[in-house]
């Protein structure tokens, strides 16, 4: 009898341990490689951002016509492929912005910020695609920590296009927002300014477990476990050390942070922490009744105000 009890726990724990071996694998496929990942749909990505953001129409169609809007690739280190996109400044400057996109998203569907910078503000800009998306190679999606290294290399790469004296601020959003902050940590080139990060979260540990608990009602244990020593084996990184959160602490030049009050994807509770571990100089504004990355949407005036004021303290 004893003897069955044992065979019965013995295959239990074999069945529990194959059915979370099997959920890890399915995670991590889920969210880094997602069967919709829009970032690959190019003519989706314009005819999205032209029907959300009409604005932008006459300015990407000179842009266009006037073959200003420019295409990159690099190899990166690894041998990844990266693409990025880029246009000069209506008349000739040193100030640059490199813009990055957020998760399944691609460097166009932030031509908004692109318009925000290149239009209004008259700023050379420089928008990469972030791995496995847009027409950048890659894995899978490294959720910002990675794409750290290779956004590092598009600044040193955008100050050389443009002169090499540039004066540049990194802007990003969501994801790209997690990458910018990841960024800020690392040690920074004399021609770096300054910092915007648009509803970023504070690790990709703290999101993915926001997401396993709001999508599938599930615990952080033993799932995000598993699935970040799963993601360490296959792509050289956990879910623990992608942390914007200490990216930041580290950070010793100026940072905006935006986030809108009504974020529930990126909840908004991530931005106090995350204010509060960086050091002077920062600014934050919280965007009343702005649903996830709507900040921009919901408030294009404002938005290019306070983004105008806070860059130009530091870019001249």
Not at 15 to 24: C, P
Not at 154 to 165: L, S, V
Not at 239 to 248: G, I, R
Request: hydrophobic share 40%; glycine share 8%.
């Amino acid at each position: 009898m004893k003897k069955g009890i044992r065979y019965g726990l013995l295959g239990l724990l074999v069945i529990i341990i194959v059915a979370l071996v099997g959920a890890s694998f399915y995670m991590l496929s889920y969210s880094l490689r997602p069967e919709h990942n829009k970032g690959k749909d190019i003519p989706g990505s314009y005819e999205y951002m032209l029907s959300e953001y009409p604005q932008i129409k006459p300015w990407l169609d000179s842009l266009q016509t006037a073959g200003a809007l420019r295409d990159t690739f690099i190899i990166n280190p690894k041998g990844v492929q990266l693409h990025a996109i880029y246009v000069a400044a209506p008349e000739p400057t040193n100030k640059t912005a490199v813009i990055v996109h957020g998760y399944t998203d691609d460097c166009i569907r932030m031509l908004m910020i692109g318009y925000l910078y290149n239009k209004d503000l008259k700023y050379n800009i420089l928008l990469p695609d972030l791995q496995n998306q847009g027409l950048s190679g890659g894995p899978a999606i490294q959720m910002g920590w990675k794409d750290r290294l290779d956004v590092l290399h598009w600044m040193d790469i955008a100050n050389n296009i443009y002169g090499g004296n540039t004066q540049m601020v990194v802007h990003g959003i969501s994801m790209g927002a997690a990458t910018t902050m990841m960024v800020s940590g690392e040690p920074q080139q004399p021609f770096v300014k300054c910092f915007v990060e648009d509803c970023g979260y504070t690790s990709v540990w703290d999101e993915f477990s926001h997401e396993l608990k709001s999508q599938f009602s599930l615990p952080a244990f033993p799932l995000m476990y598993t699935t970040s020593w799963l993601c360490n084996a296959k792509y050289g990184w956990n879910f623990k050390e992608a942390s914007s959160l200490n990216q930041v602490r580290k950070c010793k030049l100026p940072m905006f942070f935006i986030h809108g009050d009504a974020d529930t994807y990126v909840p908004i509770w991530m931005v106090y922490p995350l204010y509060e571990a960086k050091s002077e100089p920062k600014e934050l504004w919280i965007t009343p009744g702005a649903t996830h990355a709507m900040s921009y949407k919901d408030y294009p005036v404002e938005y290019t105000e306070h983004v105008k004021n806070f860059v130009g303290k530091y870019i001249h």
